[in-house]
């Protein structure tokens, strides 16, 4: 490789990873503790919630639309969902069916008897708080997306320190650290070391970051383009008078999806769903397509079934990049081994920020020493 080509590639590599470090050091700190999500969710909050009929026939979804309705007079149900480990059933409701979040109201509900669940205790908010600085900063869409480029610049970080690599390591055999010379040799032979047998894992975390963090237009253009065929009959008519059966209506989209199971249901009006219809959301019960959403449309004032529609590969990607982020999809054995590789990374990124230093710091004349002092050292033209 040419030396202008190395130090095209170096100086990539250098800025890259200067302007990401810090919010890949936030990231990779917060992303510890939510790769046991679901463990410290388990210890901060042990669950002594019991349902008050164990192993007792459920009661069905419009009885338990109704309980959750007499619960918030005057709202208008937004989304049901299922818990998958518990008996419980949790309706959002609010003013209208397309309120703003602050104004939607969260409940859960025994579905053997209809009685509510307690909410969850102060640990569940500990986690939200961290999953939210995690993916957007608190920002919203810019924050994600503003995430997502740091992202992007960890990647060619990441892409242009494996160019490297091979023309700075060519004259050492794999592996060598340079234990007899000084500390920054040592720290630079780690980091080079560290850094290219975790490649592929860091490329893969960094890759399905920059894919979650483009979950809302990935969203909203399946939601707007991809489903515009099943529901462009309707256009923006207004809701029906009285609806059917919602139980009647999950049960329909059930039966058109076998292999599939019930995840969550958006009411006519609400975000996910159009002004006349139930949206059914259905997913896989493998563990590969567990994450993989199918969506089925019923009429909410007939009960006729318009038409379900597999997600587009892009759709699927985003659905398949979140597991794979965190880790969580093959117990406990592969969290550790996402954790081992996070502080791994954790590691490359502080001692990257050390060797800059390093050699910023020597590459500087020392105090006192300036133009008038060169200048009166060095001899000049005769």
């Not at 600085?133 to 990441?158: W, Y």
């Not at 006729?304 to 999809?329: I, N, T």
């Amino acid at each position: 490789m040419k030396q202008d080509t190395i130090r095209t590639w170096g100086w990539i590599h250098k800025w890259t990873s200067l302007v990401c470090t810090v919010f890949l050091l936030m990231l990779c700190l917060t992303g510890l503790p939510l790769i046991f999500h679901d463990e410290i969710d388990a210890a901060l909050n042990p669950d002594a919630w019991t349902p008050a009929k164990p192993g007792g026939e459920r009661l069905d979804l419009d009885e338990l639309l109704a309980v959750a309705l007499d619960h918030r007079p005057g709202e208008v149900p937004i989304f049901m969902s299922f818990d998958i480990d518990r008996p419980v059933v949790n309706v959002t409701t609010g003013p209208t069916a397309g309120a703003p979040g602050p104004e939607m109201h969260f409940a859960s509900f025994d579905a053997t008897s209809g009685d509510l669940v307690p909410p969850a205790d102060v640990g569940e908010d500990v986690m939200h708080f961290i999953l939210q600085l995690h993916t957007d900063l608190f920002l919203g869409l810019p924050g994600m997306l503003f995430l997502g480029f740091m992202g992007l610049l960890f990647v060619l970080s990441v892409v242009s320190g494996v160019v490297l690599y091979a023309p700075f390591m060519r004259k050492l055999p794999f592996g060598t650290v340079r234990r007899d010379r000084t500390r920054r040799l040592r720290w630079l032979d780690w980091h080079n070391l560290l850094g290219i047998v975790t490649v592929a894992w860091v490329l893969v975390v960094g890759v399905t970051g920059i894919i979650n963090t483009l979950e809302q237009p990935i969203i909203d253009t399946w939601k707007y383009r991809e489903l515009a065929d099943l529901v462009a009959p309707y256009g923006d008519q207004a809701p029906p008078e009285q609806f059917t059966s919602l139980d009647a209506a999950v049960a329909r989209a059930v039966a058109e999806a076998p292999g599939m199971e019930l995840q969550f249901v958006a009411f006519p009006g609400s975000g996910f769903s159009t002004s006349h219809h139930y949206a059914v959301f259905l997913h896989g019960r493998t563990p590969a397509t567990e994450r993989i959403i199918t969506p089925a449309l019923v009429d909410a004032g007939t009960g006729h079934f318009e038409g379900l529609r597999e997600m587009p590969w892009w759709v699927k990607a985003l659905s398949l990049s979140r597991p794979l982020h965190f880790g969580d999809y093959g117990g406990l054995l592969l969290k550790i081994v996402w954790t081992q590789l996070d502080i791994i990374t954790i590691y490359l990124l502080v001692t990257g920020l050390y060797l800059w230093w390093k050699k910023r710091r020597q590459a500087l004349p020392p105090p006192g020493f300036g133009p008038a002092d060169r200048g009166a050292s060095e001899p000049g033209p005769s």
